[in-house]
């Protein structure tokens, strides 16, 4: 499954979030894989694209809860989307 995370750094965390991040450069947790990741200039927002199992996705933001607000959201493509809508307005 997809998710489209988003997170918040408050101004408190943003020196240690910012240093996490250089430090570690975010890696992948198993079971996760990061399709995207974006970062909004002079804020504290930012989107990431994962894949993964749950308990993956669980264990990501795990390991940054402490310093981000989170929030992930299934997403999937056009593609399944179509098929899902087509099921109740047709082809």
């Not at 408050?10 to 250089?22: D, H, I, T």
């Amino acid at each position: 499954m997809k998710y489209m995370g988003q997170w918040k750094i408050s101004p408190n965390n943003y020196k240690g979030a910012v240093e996490r991040f250089l430090s570690t450069g975010a890696p992948e947790v198993e079971g996760m894989s990061i399709l995207g990741r974006w970062h909004v200039p002079g804020s504290s927002y930012g989107w990431i694209l994962v894949e993964g199992e749950p308990a993956a996705l669980a264990a990501h933001a795990a390991q940054w809860g402490d310093l981000l607000e989170l929030t992930f959201t299934p997403v999937f493509d056009d593609e399944t989307a179509a098929a899902g809508l087509s099921q109740i307005y047709g082809s």
